[in-house]
């Protein structure tokens, strides 16, 4: 069955880095692209970032392109978010999703989440 | 890349049909066939029910259908159940690559 355990997450201060991991199993990683999505504790979902199946592309939401990366090592089925210069307004859960397709536009498995939280 | 457009909040009885809306633009959900929809329960995380506006994923009841029209999708769950109770969101591939979800919409079944 697929699992997705995401980890990394803490209490960081404003300004600091994190890098949080997604350790993939159940499936052919490889092929499919992966997605990280955040959400604020009682609040809706924002869409993070994306990365294809063979690494070729990244989009970001524009709240994070410049800050965050994603990357992926198919040698070892994890997704990574690298978030840097953190804000308090990045505090949310940071959920790892499976793409249901190569490039796929939506998740069809989701990891539990890790929580970042960003406080002095 | 604004959120997409859902009510706060809808509600039916059971056996009820209740139909969810979610309003975008040309840039995301008029122009792509792309859109999905995500239940989540409180304390658990999202689950697909919805992709490419009306297809359902192995496993997810028949009571759940989508559809779309113009720049608004929608969501229609027939025969409330009690467990039909949780948030939902729409999502949205984009002209930027990105994705993007509405602000969810919270299901009480009375």
């Known amino acids: 069955q697929v699992q997705l355990v995401e980890s990394g997450g803490g209490v960081v201060q404003p300004g600091r880095s994190l890098r949080l991991s997604c350790a993939a199993s159940g499936f052919t990683f490889r092929n499919y692209g992966m997605h990280w999505v955040r959400q604020v504790p009682g609040k809706g979902l924002e869409w993070v970032a994306v990365i294809w199946y063979d690494e070729s592309n990244q989009f970001y939401a524009d709240s994070v392109k410049g800050r965050f990366t994603i990357s992926r090592d198919n040698s070892r089925n994890t997704l990574y978010l690298q978030v840097n210069s953190l804000r308090a307004e990045d505090t949310a859960v940071y959920y790892c999703?499976?793409?249901?397709?190569?490039?796929?536009?939506?998740?069809?498995?989701w990891g539990q989440g890790t929580l970042v939280s960003v406080s002095s | 890349q604004s959120a997409l457009t859902q009510p706060a909040s809808v509600s039916g009885s059971p056996g009820q049909s209740i139909t969810i809306s979610c309003t975008g633009t040309?840039?995301?959900?008029?122009?792509?066939?792309?859109v999905s929809w995500y239940q989540q329960h409180p304390g658990k995380a999202p689950k697909l029910m919805i992709y490419?506006?009306?297809n359902r994923p192995s496993g997810v009841s028949t009571r759940f259908s989508g559809s779309k029209s113009g720049n608004t999708a929608s969501l229609t769950i027939s025969g409330l159940q009690a467990e039909d109770e949780a948030d939902y969101y729409c999502g949205s591939y984009t002209n930027s690559n990105t994705q993007v979800f509405g602000g969810g919409t919270k299901l009480t079944v009375l």
């Open positions: 040309s840039s995301d959900v008029g122009g792509y066939n792309y």
């Open positions: 490419d506006v009306s």
């Open positions: 999703a499976k793409g249901r397709t190569p490039y796929s536009s939506d998740s069809d498995y």
